[in-house]
């Protein structure tokens, strides 16, 4: 799988923040929705935690989209 580089300039970033930051949603509510329906896995494993701490090193995948990881 191919990973997109993010560069994030603090120690972590949450879930929902870290989709609108990569520009997967447009919107709060929609990350959210994202992340309850189980859409996200971060490290391989599936997360439905929107305030799950993201920090570099962590690989994101949303379901039927992209892959990134945090650098």
């Known amino acids: 799988m191919k990973y997109q580089d993010i560069k994030i300039e603090t120690e972590y970033i949450k879930a929902d923040s870290f989709l609108k930051?990569?520009?997967v949603c447009a919107t709060g509510?929609?990350?959210k929705?994202?992340?309850e329906?189980?859409?996200l896995s971060v490290n391989g494993?599936?997360?439905t935690m929107r305030g799950k701490?993201?920090?570099p090193?962590?690989?994101?995948c949303v379901a039927?989209?992209?892959a990134f990881r945090i650098v």
């Open 33 to 35: 929705y994202l992340i």
């Open 57 to 60: 090193g962590d690989t994101v």
């Open 21 to 23: 930051f990569a520009g």
């Open 37 to 39: 329906e189980g859409q």
């Open 64 to 66: 039927d989209g992209p």
């Open 29 to 31: 509510g929609h990350a």
């Open 53 to 55: 701490k993201l920090r």
């Open 45 to 47: 494993e599936v997360c």
